[in-house]
């Protein structure tokens, strides 16, 4: 399985930023997927899921300010994110979101987000 993370950059608190996800595996549709973020120093965190149903969950960080979407057709997971804030900045992965809530072995290189005035 491959991700190609994209999108990122810099922004200005308060602002948005969408990045989004190319994956090539087969039967995409019918792949749970999600958004997790790493910041410097810190432990890789769940970010945002989306199921093959497209039910969405969000960490209560994000809740309200993030919305994760996905394109079966082009075997791609979007992340919208709006009113960012310092504490956003970080490298965005995506990934598949297995049965057991844990993110599937293979990463890809990811998008880094950068919050700052």
């Not at 989004?20 to 039967?27: D, G, Q, W, Y």
């Amino acid at each position: 399985v491959q991700f190609v993370e994209s999108g990122g950059g810099l922004v200005q608190p308060g602002g948005s930023l969408r990045v989004s996800c190319a994956v090539s595996i087969r039967l995409f549709r019918f792949f749970s997927m999600a958004w997790y973020r790493q910041a410097p120093g810190k432990q890789r965190e769940l970010v945002a899921s989306i199921t093959v149903g497209e039910r969405t969950n969000y960490a209560d960080s994000v809740k309200g300010r993030f919305t994760i979407s996905r394109d079966n057709a082009k075997n791609t997971v979007y992340l919208q994110m709006n009113s960012l804030k310092l504490e956003d900045t970080a490298v965005y992965f995506c990934n598949i979101l297995r049965n057991d809530g844990a993110p599937g072995r293979d990463w890809g290189q990811g998008t880094q987000v950068t919050v700052s005035s």
